[in-house]
């Protein structure tokens, strides 16, 4: 598809386990950005990724989040340790970066933590 | 610390009617995005507004940005129930090559019949 996509869609998972959550961005973006979205808020910054690399990782939380981008493409988010606070709508989005380049998010991945 | 405040949170407007959402951040930026958010779903890009005095229009929807003042408005004219919908107006963080957004609370908007 054109599109931003992510999966899975929905998951569910209980305290303590581990989970990754994927986005594929739009083919040739080569910036990726990964936000959480708790509801009733808007979209908090996690990480941003420019090529490979994580460029700036600020918004993580603490350290059982983590996430990469190991081809310069796909990224995979994963949280360790999950814990009912970790509930959330995952979002992706990507851009083609520089001053123009407005970012276009995904269909995101609810996360729940039971 | 780059923050993002949007007024109203919450807009019931009748179909017909005109009203302003108003977007305000604290510190320098020149790119401004506005959003669209169905229940459930993700982020729609409405508009983006790249430099002081922008005004950009798409329907009955038009935004502008004034950067001096650090203030963007999104103006709705004469709604229709089809825009019940939140609204967020997101900024481009200033500095260095992050450009992540730092996005208002929202406004939830109702058009009512």
Not at chain 1, 56 to 78: I, Y
Not at chain 2, 35 to 44: F, T
Not at chain 2, 71 to 81: E, G, Q, R, Y
């Amino acid at each position: 598809g054109a599109g931003v996509s992510q999966t899975p869609s929905n998951k569910v998972t209980e305290k303590g386990k581990y989970v990754e959550l994927r986005c594929d961005p739009i083919s040739g973006h080569t910036a990726l950005y990964w936000y959480r979205q708790s509801l009733g808020q808007g979209p908090e910054f996690l990480i941003y990724f420019q090529g490979t690399g994580a460029a700036d990782d600020s918004g993580l939380p603490n350290d059982r989040f983590f996430a990469v981008r190991p081809e310069g493409s796909v990224s995979t988010l994963k949280i360790q340790r999950t814990e009912r606070g970790d509930s959330a709508v995952y979002l992706c989005a990507s851009s083609l970066g520089g001053a123009a380049g407005g970012q276009y998010f995904g269909p995101g991945t609810r996360l729940t933590v039971l | 610390e780059l923050k993002v405040e949007q007024n109203p949170l919450f807009l019931s407007m009748q179909e017909g009617k005109n009203y302003t959402i108003y977007c305000n951040y604290s510190t320098t930026s020149d790119r401004l995005y506005w959003y669209r958010q169905d229940p459930g779903k993700s982020l729609e890009s409405l508009f983006v507004l790249l430099s002081n005095g922008a005004v950009k229009q798409e329907g009955r929807l038009m935004a502008s940005l004034d950067t001096k003042a650090r203030l963007s408005t999104l103006h709705i004219t004469a709604a229709v129930h089809d825009l019940s919908a939140t609204y967020f107006c997101a900024v481009e963080g200033y500095g260095g090559a992050t450009n992540k957004l730092i996005f208002g609370t929202g406004t939830l908007l109702a058009v009512q019949p």
